[in-house]
């Protein structure tokens, strides 16, 4: 089993971006989509999008699109999420996860199998 570092994560203004790293390392076999998911208090961690070693991609959460640009490095081994016009609902610890699907890459939490510590994102008005 690899491992998931998530970096890049702070506090901004509402409209302001940020950009979420990931780096998985160790992971031999096994892995075929990277995702991001996000927790806000209270609540139900979601998906907010992934990607697939073969560059397709697909975003979960509606309020993301057109804002959220999810991305991996030349040796797919980083998972970029570039965040936009962010809005104070976007704060949340944002988790990087990792798994072998068969298909798109889902948006379920437990289709993942590896996940990072988070990386706390906050967005103020």
């Known amino acids: 089993q690899g491992q998931l570092v998530e970096s890049g994560g702070g506090s901004v203004q509402a409209g302001g971006s940020l950009r979420l790293s990931c780096a998985a390392s160790?992971?031999?076999?096994?892995?075929?989509?990277m995702g991001w998911f996000r927790q806000a208090p209270g609540k139900e961690r979601e998906g907010v999008a992934a990607?697939?070693?073969?560059?397709?991609?697909?975003y979960f959460a509606d309020s993301v699109k057109g804002r959220f640009t999810i991305s991996q490095g030349n040796d797919k081994k980083t998972v970029y999420l570039e965040m936009n016009s962010l809005r104070p609902e976007d704060t949340a610890m944002y988790y990087c996860?990792?798994?072998?699907?068969?298909?798109?890459?889902?948006?379920?939490?437990?289709?993942?199998?590896?996940w990072g510590q988070g990386t706390q994102v906050t967005v103020s008005s």
């Open positions: 990607i697939r070693t073969d560059g397709v991609t697909t």
């Open positions: 996860a990792a798994g072998f699907m068969y298909g798109p890459c889902p948006s379920s939490r437990y289709s993942y199998n590896g």
């Open positions: 160790g992971y031999r076999y096994g892995r075929n989509c």
